[in-house]
Nanobody, 119 residues
Framework: QVQVVESGGDLVQPGGSLRLSCAAS????????IRWYRQNPGKQRELVAA???????NYADSVKGRFTISRDNAKNTVYLQMNSLNPEDTAVYYC?????????????WGQGTQVTVSS
């Protein structure tokens, strides 16, 4: 069974930093793309950052220069380093993994991790 698990969410003061982790486990043959999304109640889920198996990255304009996505292919883990956090970054952050497992390529979602930026 494939699982995608986020961790690292916390309460942090404005200007602070956090590092989120997204770990995929199970009988995984290949991970193609991992994306971080965030969502607040009543709002649409927003794509924050993405990284391909080859290491190509892209970011939402709102986080460029502050967030960095990286991956450890050996551990099937992706990290989201978030610096210079501001209250607008407060959200539940979700990890989405586009991967091939058990003969099928599909998306898997994690349960989310809460990031709160507040003084």
């Amino acid at each position: 069974q494939v699982q995608v698990v986020e961790s690292g969410g916390d309460l942090v003061q404005p200007g602070g930093s956090l590092r989120l982790s997204c770990a995929a486990s199970g009988n995984i043959f290949k991970i193609y793309v991992i994306r971080w999304y965030r969502q607040n109640p009543g709002k649409q889920r927003e794509l924050v950052a993405a990284i391909t198996s080859g290491g190509n990255t892209n970011y939402a304009d709102s986080v460029k220069g502050r967030f960095t996505i990286s991956r450890d292919n050996a551990k099937n883990t992706v990290y989201l380093q978030m610096n210079s956090l501001n209250p607008e970054d407060t959200a539940v952050y979700y990890c989405n993994a586009d991967l091939y497992a058990r003969g099928t390529r599909r998306d898997y979602w994690g349960q989310g991790t809460q990031v709160t930026v507040s003084s």
